[in-house]
């Protein structure tokens, strides 16, 4: 190897173990509660998720163009793990991301506006470039904390990615956000423009003990997994949510 050879081999060494201690920070910074990783998440054991879809997801692109991802599904169907996973990516891609629960955030904010520090709040959870915010739906919210979570949506629409998981369809959120208005707001700031993936019913953790018992196998002795039910991935334009507001409208009128 020539003198200057090893030099690049040295300089290219150096940048790459920058980048690992960069994304190391950033994933430290997100604050998330555990790491999860893509890898780990067993397709086979939720049929309901798409490998594609993550896959596309993984890039980071609608981080990028600041566009929002929800997670609906029951408890146990892999929200959390894809939420964090996804962050992790995000992070490691140079993105800033900040992981929180719902119920955190909002006590967080009532908090700062009890202390005259509601703007300065409001400002850090804008500036990051993808709130992963987990648990939304499962409690009840009162009208103040409703209305300071529609502030930090309101903060980052159209400019930074938002991402949740919820363990209520949409239909149910009235259950959190009482006030219908507001509600149909907030599901307007979470889905316009984003995809959202259903991970539906049944319990991931026991699906994966299933299918890790009692695998179907094809002729070539490769695990099968019937992609039939896959119809839960989609985009979201104007027209759906306009459709949304509208059913909100007739169910509250």
């Not at 309901?48 to 169907?77: F, M, Q, R, Y």
């Not at 509601?118 to 209305?147: F, H, Q, S």
Request: overall charge positive; some cysteine.
């Amino acid at each position: 190897m020539t003198y200057r050879g090893f030099l690049a081999e040295l300089l290219m060494a150096e940048c790459d173990d920058r980048n690992r201690r960069r994304s190391e920070r950033r994933i430290k910074a997100a604050a998330f509660p555990r790491q999860k990783t893509l890898r780990e998440f067993d397709y086979e054991a939720n049929p309901n998720i798409d490998p594609a879809t993550i896959h596309t997801l993984a890039s980071s692109e609608w981080v990028k163009k600041g566009e929002p991802l929800c997670l609906i599904g029951d408890s146990g169907t892999g929200k959390s793990h894809l939420l964090i996973a996804l962050g992790i990516e995000a992070a490691m891609a140079g993105y800033r991301v900040k992981y929180t629960l719902a119920t955190k955030l909002v006590n967080e904010l009532v908090e700062a506006a009890d202390d005259k520090q509601l703007n300065k709040t409001i400002t850090r959870y804008g500036r990051v470039d993808l709130l992963c915010i987990d648990e939304l739906g499962y409690m009840e919210l009162d009208r103040r904390g409703a209305e300071l979570l529609f502030q930090v949506l309101t903060e980052r629409k159209e400019k930074n990615s938002l991402a949740i998981a919820s363990n209520e369809a949409f239909s149910g959120w009235a259950k959190t956000f009482t006030d219908p208005r507001l509600c149909a707001a907030i599901v307007d700031r979470l889905t316009f423009g984003g995809t959202i993936i259903e991970t539906g019913t049944d319990s991931y953790p026991r699906c994966k003990l299933t299918t890790q018992t009692t695998p179907l196998r094809t002729s070539t002795g490769v695990p099968s997994v019937s992609r039939g039910n896959q119809t839960s991935h989609r985009r979201v334009d104007r027209s759906w949510t306009g459709c949304w507001h509208g059913r909100w409208r007739s169910c509250w009128s």
